[in-house]
């Protein structure tokens, strides 16, 4: 069934934010810190990156001022939305000793406010629906994660352009958004006007458009629309041949190209941090100095740390070598066997935030080549 599909002007952009906060919505959006984009709580519109544009690269990111005001020519911000969906540091539970030798336990992990995602790219909202798989889908549900997403409202947004570090179109995952929103926009820029193309996509993305004057998308509008993503599929800077990829990484364990990755790669977990879908996490236990006060806390890890892999008797993966292997074949391919699914949606964060610039579409190109090269 084809989303209904309408037009609001820019103008009536704050009312749509408005609105969400009327209906008790925490609103995230894009916005600007340290001369970064990243998604961050806001309530109006101003506050958004308007009139900004991105250049990507490996181990490369800058935010320019671009003379048309638009709202999204920016691509993906530099954090994800996992961040509040599956927080990087929360407190699991609290003991407290009591005068009476009593122990009084308290679970402070319960949220029950509601979230809004304004300006969600396609490779995110994949990523989003991959999380999904592991919190929510399985034989064991992670509470944390369910209570933030069971009401999350998704604005989704189509991609104008690509930065160099791009590849969803490998990954099938955007630039355009084609399910699972609650609306979705298609900026349109031109001389003559400035509007945004809006796809419904639930009953409660049509409530949020209560009293916000629209008018039906013409043919003309829809071709625009479409232009736009044809325009930026074009535009993919990275290409990613996943045609048996899972296969070709598992059997090349010995691959000679992991030694000469390793000898670049600073174990700094940059990669694992800004990806969307990276999920891993430690537990930390501490007390304070009486003794009267426990507490658990679950953080964000990384495969890249040397104590991840830690048990008795030392580490797993101690060699850099090891962890970096580790990581690409876990997202590439043994993710694949747990999910069924790559654990890759291109949206290249792990490209640009890379320190030394590793990028992962070559990593995976030399290994098919190695794996093609034997095989002859």
Not at 67 to 96: D, G
Not at 241 to 269: F, G, K, M, P, Q
Not at 346 to 364: H, K, N, Y
Request: aromatic share 10%.
């Amino acid at each position: 069934m084809q989303n209904q599909a309408i037009i609001i002007q820019t103008e009536h952009f704050q009312q749509l934010i408005d609105n969400l906060i009327l209906q008790g919505y925490q609103t995230f959006a894009p916005t600007i810190k340290d001369n970064t984009v990243i998604y961050d709580e806001i309530t109006k519109v101003d506050e958004m990156p308007i009139g900004c544009i991105d250049e990507q690269e490996g181990g490369f990111y800058r935010l320019k001022k671009h003379s048309e005001k638009t709202f999204f020519s920016y691509t993906v911000a530099a954090n994800s939305w996992k961040k509040y969906l599956h927080p990087p540091k929360i407190k699991l539970w609290q003991i407290t000793k009591k005068s009476n030798q009593e122990m009084q336990f308290v679970s402070e992990n319960k949220f029950s406010g509601k979230l809004a995602f304004i300006g969600v790219r396609s490779c995110e909202l994949n990523a989003i629906l991959i999380q999904d798989r592991i919190f929510l889908k399985d034989k064991f549900v992670d509470p944390i994660y369910a209570e933030r997403r069971k009401d999350l409202f998704i604005l989704a947004v189509n991609c104008a352009r690509a930065v160099n570090t791009c590849f969803c179109v490998s990954m099938n995952t955007g630039p355009k958004a084609e399910s699972n929103f609650d609306l979705a926009l298609t900026e349109i820029a031109t001389e003559k006007e400035h509007k945004f193309l809006v796809e419904i996509g639930t009953e409660k993305g049509k409530a949020i458009l209560e009293n916000i004057p629209y008018k039906e998308a013409s043919l003309e509008d829809q071709e625009l629309a479409q232009n736009i993503t044809e325009h930026t599929i074009n535009q993919m800077g990275r290409k990613l041949d996943t045609n048996n990829l899972a296969e070709i990484i598992s059997h090349s364990y010995e691959n000679a190209s992991w030694d000469e990755v390793a000898s670049r790669c600073l174990t700094c977990a940059n990669c694992t941090m800004v990806c969307p879908t990276c999920f891993c996490t430690s537990v930390q236990d501490t007390t304070d100095l009486t003794g009267e006060i426990a507490e658990r806390w679950r953080n964000w890890d990384s495969c890249f740390t040397l104590d991840f892999s830690y048990i008795h008797g030392g580490s797993v993966r101690s060699s850099t070598k090891s962890r970096y292997r580790q990581w690409m074949t876990h997202k590439l391919s043994s993710w694949m066997e747990q999910f069924d699914t790559l654990g890759c949606v291109g949206c290249g964060r792990c490209i640009s935030w890379c320190p030394v610039g590793i990028d992962i579409t070559e990593q995976a190109k030399i290994i098919r080549q190695e794996d093609q090269r034997k095989k002859l």
